[in-house]
């Protein structure tokens, strides 16, 4: 840890004394109404002859930085506003020029008027002035300080948002609810997910770089799905902007503890893995029987001998993890259309190692098993993104957007330990390779009618995710001694006995999952007048169809009984060779009596009535009713016989907001709704499967209980929070909630083993907290103490507390009857430090995070709960622009390496800590980051009003 920390301490010095002191200065001022005095929002400033501009914000504020020193013109505009120059604006070196305007209303009408241009949607400024102006309770976090935290996917960004934790470095909770109870759309429509086995979109599948604006809706409205509960997450990816043309290209390594340089397994490389593809390479061969195909042994052996020995473990050095990004941003003209246009394309290569331990115990809390798995990982990411954008004559718009996202992911884990209560001697093999496809194709309008009294926005879609695992291979062997009377020496022989059969520790399983979905999302909002009030009523659809098919196939080797015993000893690379294959060496046999395969469909109606009524100047409430229609369907077979689901549901969600505005910098909403949480494909489906990692069975729903689905879970929502706008890009949020589950669907312990897992409804549960956001400047502190070092350091920092219970019904002896919602965390907090020159050509920044311990899966009186501990993490970055076209950029994340750590509460104390038994426990490894940014072509082009 040591030399890396060095490195990058003499660098960034080295860089520190290289920098010139940049001769330009800045110019920050204020637009207001010429009549009313009030602030003008949206308007632009502009410096004549320049490609320096800026739109002005919540409070008619601009800022212009990194001005040339000079002297100039400043030309400000605004729709349905006389433009005005000012003349002779000086700007001094290191200095700040104020200058404060208003404009005069145009006497044309606002029909007469077209802007070419997008808004800006992605500065902090937006995002905060489109939280401030929604209906609901929202959080979110922009672009702008996305850059500054040097967060590389949408994972790692979310976590930066009031009441949001990461799971898996891949699934989100919002305060502290599991990820099941919350719904992602991307660009306004639900987002493709190609997980068998969390309800969750995958956020890392998105980069950092690709996004606009991430927004958390914490509590239901009409035009929101009724299918959440801790929020709503709207992911907007980055969309053309007229007044820019751009072309950046980015590049980083990095370096992580543990990982980097050492020595690193790996499977069988295929063509195809260096860009996630794969998956196609391992696949059954051509001709290979179908499923339940009928054949003799020797034409069994046959196909057993197609398969090529794909066992072999290959050792190598990790190299650097490689991050490249380039993305392109234009306009295209056609006659006298304009498009906007869009371009990226980003790859990844990333490497971990993880040495992690691993622990079973007995009903008393004794340890029986240990082992120590050594987990390498291979992960590779290409993706890409194309937008268009089109400004029609009319001021009506028309938005195509493309993503695609492939991922490989080739891993291998080897396991060393004691079962049996340390009796018997296991090496355990694992040997995958997933490849992982997500698209998300749509087309979407906006549209104004009536002078801009009636406004339409459509979205239609369509995406598709797949989960392609071919060849997962897993080996296991055991010790045994070699001698009658027990004593030594051992000899290490494959686990599964002489004609056995067991797919878990001898076999291939192919799996691919297949998911299509179609969406269309439309709503109308019409202006009318009531009195001297302007009311906004509000009506929409939407629609979803959604297709799944998985598919599965399982083999399993065991030896023939006049086989030659020899080689059972035989070394996992070459065991399952297919010269071993025949009468006096191994069999290969398919499973066919479990359920491998199910085809499931979702269809959703939805429509909803809202109004947006202003009660008075100050008080407004929105209000409104959902209903939805939901028919789920699920088939399979169990033991041979056809199992089938058809649930149809029908729900109307009433929802009320009121905002309550003292003044512009001031307000209070109050906020009610009712919401649901449906149960998942993989949740329902009669299916299981074999999870390596905790060694467990895991069950859906209706596999164990084929005649009780899984039933609606519904939750009524209490929102309350104040609200501070302390001044242009800053803001203050504090706020409590309150919610109550009816049948929440929870991921439980099997009664009747310690060793597998389901998904059950608990009758009832509540979970209530308090939230506090902040993002301010420190600025106030110089003039406090009379300093100017602080100017230029603003804070964040955001926590929520919050309290679960699941209320049992006294039927229900088995289970631990006064526990917390599982998946829910009592406590999150995340901090951060932001520091900036005035020229802005440093960027410094230190992040915080925490969650409090949280059940992954709820136990039972014999098994307890399984909790994720607290994990500390802190995170460094930096960035030096270097020259205009050049920045650097170097990060250091999960400073502190704290332990992944996942215990068991065995003596039901519920005071979770490292005292516990702990199931699991590794070390991600402190993560280093090195990177190039080059600003190839930058052009501005002003936003002009045109008549």
Do not use: C
Request: hydrophobic content about 35%; cysteine-free; charged content about 20%.
């Amino acid at each position: 840890m040591r030399h890396p920390l060095t490195l990058l301490f003499f660098l960034l010095l080295n860089l520190s004394s290289l920098a010139a002191l940049a001769q330009t200065g800045t110019v920050r001022g204020t637009v207001k109404d010429a009549t009313t005095q009030e602030a003008l929002i949206g308007g632009t400033v502009h410096l004549e002859g320049t490609s320096l501009g800026a739109p002005t914000g919540v409070e008619g504020d601009f800022l212009l930085e990194k001005v040339p020193v000079g002297e100039y013109t400043l030309v400000v505009t605004s729709v349905s506003y006389k433009p005005t120059t000012i003349q002779k604006v000086t700007v001094v070196a290191d200095k700040t020029t104020v200058i404060t305007t208003s404009l005069e209303s145009d006497n044309k009408q606002l029909s007469e008027v077209v802007v070419t241009g997008v808004r800006r949607t992605n500065t902090e400024m937006a995002v905060i002035t489109e939280i401030r102006q929604a209906n609901v309770v929202v959080s979110g976090i922009s672009s702008e300080q996305i850059v500054k935290t040097q967060d590389r996917d949408a994972a790692e960004v979310v976590r930066r948002i009031p009441g949001v934790t990461i799971v898996d470095n891949r699934f989100i909770q919002i305060r502290g609810l599991s990820d099941r109870y919350n719904t992602v759309w991307l660009n306004d429509v639900t987002a493709p997910s190609s997980e068998t086995d969390r309800k969750s979109f995958s956020f890392d599948v998105v980069p950092s770089s690709l996004l606009d604006r991430v927004l958390v809706f914490k509590d239901p409205s009409p035009e929101l799905p009724g299918d959440f509960a801790g929020g709503l997450v709207k992911v907007y990816l980055r969309k053309p902007n007229f007044n820019e043309r751009l072309l950046t290209v980015n590049y980083s390594s990095g370096y992580r503890n543990g990982t980097t340089g050492k020595s690193f397994f790996s499977d069988k490389t295929q063509a195809g893995d260096a860009f996630g593809f794969g998956a196609v390479k391992r696949s059954l061969p051509g001709g290979f029987p179908t499923l339940g195909t009928a054949y003799q042994q020797y034409e069994r052996d046959f196909y057993a001998r197609q398969l090529e020995n794909t066992f072999p473990i290959y050792k190598m050095k990790a190299m650097p993890d490689i991050r490249f990004n380039a993305a392109y941003m234009d306009q295209i003209n056609l006659s006298n259309l304009k498009i906007g246009s869009i371009t990226s394309v980003n790859y990844t290569n990333t490497f971990t190692n993880f040495q992690i331990d691993r622990n079973l115990y007995d009903v008393s809390g004794e340890r029986t098993d240990q082992f120590k798995d050594n987990q390498s990982t291979n992960s590779i990411r290409l993706g890409a993104i194309q937008n268009f954008n089109v400004v029609l004559d009319n001021g009506d718009r028309l938005e195509f957007r493309n993503l695609f996202n492939q991922q490989g992911r080739n891993q291998v884990t080897t396991r060393t330990g004691f079962d049996n209560n340390g009796q018997q001697v296991r090496n355990n093999y694992l040997l995958g390779y997933q490849g992982r496809t997500t698209y998300t194709g749509q087309l979407a309008g906006q549209h104004t009618f009536n002078k801009e009294k009636t406004k339409l926005d459509w979205v239609g879609g369509y995406g598709y995710s797949s989960r392609n695992e071919p060849d997962l291979r897993r080996v296991s062997y055991q010790s045994i001694p070699a001698t009658t009377d027990g004593g030594l020496p051992t000899e290490t022989v494959l686990t599964p006995a002489t004609g056995q059969v067991d797919v878990n520790n001898a076999g291939r399983l192919y799996q691919k999952l297949s998911e299509h979905s179609y969406t269309l999302n439309a709503n109308l909002k019409h202006n009318v007048q009531v009195a001297d009030r302007t009311v906004e009523i509000g009506a929409g659809t939407y629609l979803e169809y959604r297709k799944r098919d998985f598919n599965a196939r399982a083999f399993g080797y065991s030896l023939n009984t006049n086989g030659i015993q020899g080689l059972r000893n035989e070394a996992v690379g070459n065991i399952f060779d297919p010269q071993n294959i025949g009468t006096d060496g191994f069999r290969m046999d398919e499973d066919l009596n479990s359920t491998y395969r199910y085809n499931a469909s979702n269809e959703l109606e939805a429509g909803y009535v809202s109004f947006n009524i202003p009660l008075t100047t100050k008080l407004k409430v929105v209000t409104g009713a959902r209903y939805e229609r939901n028919v789920q369907s699920i088939a399979t077979g169990i033991n041979g016989q056809p199992v089938e689901q058809d649930v149809t549901t029908n729900f109307v969600l009433p929802s009320a907001n009121f905002s309550y505005n003292f003044n512009e910098k001031n307000l209070v909403r109050l906020a009610y709704g009712r919401s649901l949480n449906r149960p998942e494909f993989r949740e329902a489906a009669p299916f299981f499967f074999y999870d390596f990692d905790f060694n467990v069975l895991n069950y859906g729903s209706l596999y164990l209980n084929p005649d009780s689905p899984l039933k609606v879970a519904t939750i009524d929502n209490f929102d309350m929070r104040y609200e501070l706008y302390p001044s242009s890009g800053e803001l203050i949020h504090v706020g409590a909630f309150y919610k109550h589950f009816t049948n929440p669907i929870e991921n439980v312990a099997v009664l009747t083993t310690n060793l597998a897992y389901t998904f059950a409804n608990a009758p009832s549960a509540y979970a209530y907290g308090v939230e506090v956001d902040i993002k301010k400047s420190l600025n106030f502190l110089d003039d406090a103490f009379g300093t100017n070092g602080l100017r230029n350091l603003s804070a964040v920092f955001n926590a929520s507390l919050i309290k679960s219970e699941v209320s049992l019904s006294n039927s229900m002896v088995a289970w631990d009857r006064h526990r917390a919602l599982q998946g829910q965390s009592p406590y999150v907090f995340n901090g951060g430090l932001y520091y900036q020159t005035p020229d802005n050509s440093w960027q410094v920044s230190a992040l915080y995070n925490v969650f409090g311990p949280r059940i992954l899966f709820a136990g039972s009186i014999d098994y307890p709960d399984v909790i994720e501990l607290p994990r500390h993490t802190v995170d460094l970055s930096l960035t030096k622009t270097i020259t205009d076209r050049l920045t650097l950029n170097a990060g250091i994340q999960d400073l502190l390496n704290q332990k992944v750590n996942l215990v068991q509460d065995f003596n039901r104390d519920k005071k979770y800590s490292s005292s516990d038994p702990s199931l699991t426990g590794y070390r991600r490894g402190t993560y280093y980051t090195l990177g190039l940014r080059f600003n190839l072509e930058p052009r501005t082009r002003p936003l002009t009003p045109v008549p």
